[in-house]
C-alpha cells in the first residue's frame, strides 16, 4: 500500500480508535446532590509499544446536565504521516440510570481531509444529522436505517453512566452494560463485562481499578468485506480498567487495551483531576438552540 509505514495507522484504525476509546471510557453521572462536578484527563497512546499520540477528557457536569469534550492526536512518526487529529463534544442531560444526548459534534482530519459530523437528538433519537463529506457510497456497506437511529448514545454521551451501587464504585456490576452507539456514520453495540480487579497509579490516582472486557458488535454503517470490520467483531483482546478520582463520584478510564490489526493499541491515563470550576455545564436545551 503507498505511503504505507507500520507507525501510521490506517483511516478505519484511527476512527474506530476514537470511538473504542470514546465508548470504552466509563464516567459516573452526578446523582444525589445538585452540585457540580468534573474531571480532566489527559492520556498517552501507544501502538505496539511505540508512542504515536496523546488525548484528552474533559466533562463538566451538574446533577441534570452535562458536556464532554474529547480530543486525540497522533504524534512523532505517526503524526508526521497522517497528521491524524480528532475533537468531539456532547451536551445532554442526566435523570435516571442513563444519560440523554441532546447534541454531538465531532471533526476529525488525517491530514489531507477534514470530516465533520453534527447531530441533535431527542429522546435517544437522531431528530438532525449532518456529515460533510459524505460518507463514500460502497456496494457492501450496510444501509444505516431510521430504525437504527432511535434509542441510541453518541459515542461522548456514552460515557456517561450512572454507577449500579454508588456507595461501591469498584463493585463488579459496574462492567454489566451494552452500550448502543451511532456515531452519525455506523452503529455498533459495546458490551462490557467484569473481567477482574486490578491496580493503578497515576497522577490523580493510586489503588485499586475496575477491569471490563469489552466486546464490539457492528450493526449498519460498516463495510462487510473490510478485513478490519471482522476482526474487531471477533477481538477477544479489549479492556478497559475504570478507576474513581479523588473521591469524586466519577468512574475514570485508567487503561485502554485494543489488540489492532497493526499490534496492541494502549491509552494510558498520565494524570487526572476533579474540575472546581463547572460553568460550561449549562442547560443542554438551550445550548442546542443556540448552535442551531
Do not use: W
Not at 446536565?65 to 487529529?85: D, P, V
Request: glycine content about 8%; charged content about 20%; aromatic content about 6%.
Amino acid at each position: 500500500m503507498k505511503g504505507t509505514s507500520r507507525f501510521a495507522m490506517p483511516r478505519f484504525a484511527r476512527r474506530r480508535a476514537i470511538g473504542l476509546f470514546a465508548t470504552a471510557v466509563v464516567l459516573l453521572a452526578a446523582h444525589g446532590e445538585a452540585r457540580s462536578e468534573g474531571l480532566s484527563a489527559a492520556y498517552a497512546i501507544t501502538l505496539a509499544g511505540l508512542s504515536v499520540g496523546d488525548a484528552s477528557l474533559t466533562l463538566a457536569s451538574t446533577a441534570a446536565t452535562y458536556r464532554a469534550k474529547l480530543a486525540m492526536r497522533l504524534s512523532g512518526i505517526a503524526g508526521l504521516l497522517t497528521g491524524a487529529r480528532g475533537a468531539a463534544e456532547a451536551t445532554g442531560s442526566l435523570a435516571g440510570a442513563r444519560p440523554t444526548p441532546v447534541s454531538y459534534a465531532i471533526t476529525t482530519t488525517n491530514g489531507h481531509a477534514v470530516r465533520t459530523v453534527r447531530m441533535v437528538l431527542q429522546g435517544g433519537t437522531v431528530a438532525g444529522l449532518e456529515v460533510k463529506p459524505p460518507v463514500d457510497a460502497f456496494d457492501d456497506r450496510v444501509p444505516v436505517t431510521e430504525a437504527n437511529k432511535i434509542d441510541v448514545l453518541d459515542p461522548i454521551s456514552a460515557l456517561v453512566m450512572p454507577a449500579p451501587r454508588p456507595e461501591k464504585p469498584l463493585d463488579p456490576s459496574g462492567c454489566d452494560r451494552k452500550l448502543a452507539v451511532f456515531d452519525g456514520v455506523a452503529r455498533f453495540d459495546v458490551t462490557l463485562s467484569y473481567a477482574r480487579t486490578g491496580n493503578a497509579a497515576f497522577t490523580g490516582y493510586s489503588g485499586p481499578a475496575l477491569v471490563c472486557s469489552a466486546r464490539y458488535t457492528p450493526i449498519a454503517g460498516h463495510r462487510t468485506s473490510l478485513r478490519a470490520t471482522s476482526y474487531m467483531a471477533e477481538n477477544r483482546e479489549m479492556e478497559v480498567e475504570l478507576a474513581p478520582v479523588a473521591g469524586t463520584h466519577l468512574l475514570v478510564p485508567v487503561k485502554i487495551s485494543v489488540r489492532t490489526l497493526f499490534g496492541m493499541l494502549e491509552i494510558d491515563a498520565v494524570s487526572a483531576r476533579p474540575r472546581a470550576d463547572n460553568s460550561e455545564a449549562r442547560t443542554p436545551g438551550a445550548q442546542a438552540g443556540a448552535e442551531k
